[in-house]
């Protein structure tokens, strides 16, 4: 890496927790509420993995959003999933469903498994500025086959959602947070280094393996260890089911040594206004929130024809 890049610190690292949403979706928590605003302007990251239908078969029937987007990302199994512009499909292992509630959509999601019962994926919340809360909505359903996936010279595989690797451009472009999504797999013995916007928050969230995620090797320093990082006695590697946030800088190292790891690599603008939030609607005011639930109950909720 060139002298005048200067590699993000860990700034915390918490493990993700369990809890159940939906009509009793079992998923586990990185983060969400409580962490406001510490991800700005991402609001919450589940991930969901199991071999019991029961954990997730209820799924998640018809609710509405405002003011966000939905981000969905599936490695195993399929999802369901149809909403009020009319749109409806299958989300395989592979693709994503950037979902941009903006004014208002109604949808819902029914994760189905595989033949041998097996779900597994990730679903990002995105916050949308004051300006674009009440914009048109629009729905991005990501084909595995139009991800592209770049080998980069240090050995890391990444597919590109959203973003740009070694200059290679993610599908899901003009998004006004202007984020990054990446899905990065580092072999054993081998690095990956990435450039990021000074000023933007960045995050790692440890899908499987063991990595390095902080250039000191040391990422349990006691002011970085957030209150439930319970796993304190293992070595000073990040493991699954681990979030990590960077502190300031240009760039990301991440490491893998005796162990192979694979993370999501998330940035975005942080957006610095107030947020309202309360179940499915994320807003600036409570006034609005009101607004939001009242136009609901009465139906005037979505503010486009159907398609």
Not at 131 to 136: E, S, T
Not at 168 to 192: R, W
Not at 214 to 227: K, L, N
């Amino acid at each position: 890496m060139s002298n005048d890049k200067r590699e993000r610190r860990i700034q915390k690292v918490w493990k993700n927790k369990a809890t159940v949403e939906g009509a009793g979706v079992h998923l586990r928590r990185a983060f969400g509420f409580e962490e406001v605003p510490q991800l700005d302007p991402f609001l919450l990251l589940d991930a969901f993995k199991s071999e019991n239908p029961d954990d997730y078969k209820r799924g998640f029937p018809w609710h509405p959003h405002r003011g966000i987007e939905t981000i969905t990302y599936i490695l195993e199994g399929d999802v369901e999933h149809a909403d009020s512009l009319g749109n409806r499909g299958i989300i395989s292992p592979g693709d994503v469903q950037w979902m941009t509630a903006g004014g208002g959509i109604i949808h819902q999601e029914m994760p189905k498994g595989d033949a041998r019962g097996q779900m597994w994926g990730f679903q990002l919340w995105a916050n949308l500025p004051k300006a674009h809360k009440m914009m048109d909505p629009r729905y991005r359903e990501v084909k595995q086959a139009a991800i592209p996936k770049v080998q980069t010279p240090a050995g890391a595989t990444v597919r590109v959602v959203c973003g740009a690797v070694a200059g290679v451009h993610g599908p899901v472009q003009e998004i006004v947070t202007d984020p990054e999504f990446l899905d990065v797999s580092v072999p054993a013995g081998k690095s990956f280094t990435h450039p990021v916007t000074s000023g933007h928050t960045v995050f790692a969230f440890v899908i499987d393996g063991e990595g390095y995620f902080d250039p000191e090797r040391d990422p349990f320093a006691r002011e970085a260890v957030g209150e439930n990082y319970f796993d304190m006695a293992r070595p000073s590697g990040c493991s699954e089911g681990t979030l990590v946030l960077y502190g300031p800088g240009d760039a990301v190292v991440v490491n893998a040594d005796q162990r192979p790891v694979r993370f999501l690599l998330v940035a975005g603008r942080p957006l610095k206004e107030p947020v309202a939030w309360y179940g499915p609607i994320v807003m600036n005011t409570q006034e609005e929130l009101r607004t939001a639930f009242r136009e609901y109950e009465e139906g005037t909720f979505v503010k486009h024809a159907r398609h």
